[in-house]
């Protein structure tokens, strides 16, 4: 009886490794990023989406119902300027448009319809100027600007556990183009940056091509939940921006340090 379950269990186990051979590869273990830490934000307000323009960071706060607020830092982390709360749902994600001067935000939430609210952050009092409608993509909404085609990257999923797909769409809602990408974990942040898809997720940044393929990733350890992130340029170099909650606080790291970590394949 033993020597049949032997043979039993043997015979399950050859038919398992033929047919599922990627799920018994181990995966790879992923470089890891230390960045710099640029200031702490002395609230435990719950910080969400990051924007970067004219050495100043915006940050966005989920403060409930419905609502949000952009906060405005300088360079050193002072507290320049604050919206009053603007019904732009979970704040998830923020990025600022070059050619108009307005800040784009996503509601995001893994239950929540995703719009994008287009904000004239630059004016002495701040409103929503746009709401665009992007419901019919799903949830789990962060948005993106791609500078060079002025076009909004969109990420939406069922919900915030299950695969999502990147959309890239003009600024009336009209969808462009759209794409499968592989679940990497809870959606946090989301930037586009000289042709790449930059993916936060809690603790691994992915970066993707525009037809979905990851061409690098690499992790990063800091302790809290990772929120928004950005990109910035500053004397000659270009820096990944990200922050973290539970201890509010805003890293920096190299952008070239970080495609020889992620072993970037463009």
């Given amino acids: 009886m033993r020597n049949f379950s032997m043979y039993v269990f043997a015979t399950v186990m050859t038919f398992f490794l033929f047919f599922h051979p990627d799920e018994t590869k181990a995966s790879p273990r992923l470089n890891v990023l230390s960045g710099e830490k640029l200031f702490d934000i002395p609230t435990e307000d719950n910080l969400q989406g990051v924007a970067y323009w004219d050495n100043h960071f915006y940050v ?26 603007l019904s732009i749902g979970h704040a998830a994600e923020l990025d600022f448009r070059e050619s108009n001067k307005r800040l ?14 287009e904000i004239d952050i630059l004016s002495s009092k701040p409103s929503i100027t746009r709401k665009i409608d992007f419901h019919s993509l799903g949830n789990a909404g962060l948005v993106a600007i791609d500078h060079h085609s002025d076009t909004l990257v969109i990420h939406t999923a069922e919900s915030d556990t299950t695969p999502p797909k990147l959309s890239i769409a003009d600024f009336n809602g009209n969808i462009i183009k759209q794409f499968p990408i592989k679940y990497q974990g809870i959606p946090q942040g989301l930037e586009v940056f000289n042709g790449i898809i930059y993916f936060q997720t809690n ?13 690098g990733q690499t992790a990063i350890k800091e302790p809290g939940e990772s929120e928004g992130i950005t990109i910035l340029t500053k004397g000659g170099k270009d820096y990944y921006i990200y922050a973290y909650r539970h201890g509010n606080r805003i890293y920096r790291a190299d952008l070239y340090t970080i495609h020889k970590l992620a072993l970037l394949k463009e």
């Fill in 60 to 85: 966005g706060y989920d403060v409930g119902k419905g609502y949000g607020v952009i906060r405005k830092y300088n360079s050193g982390g002072k507290l320049v300027k604050e919206t009053e709360p």
């Fill in 203 to 215: 603790n691994l940044l992915t970066m993707l091509n525009f037809n979905g393929q990851i061409i």
């Fill in 104 to 117: 784009y935000v996503s509601n995001g939430g893994g239950k929540n319809p995703t719009f994008i609210y």
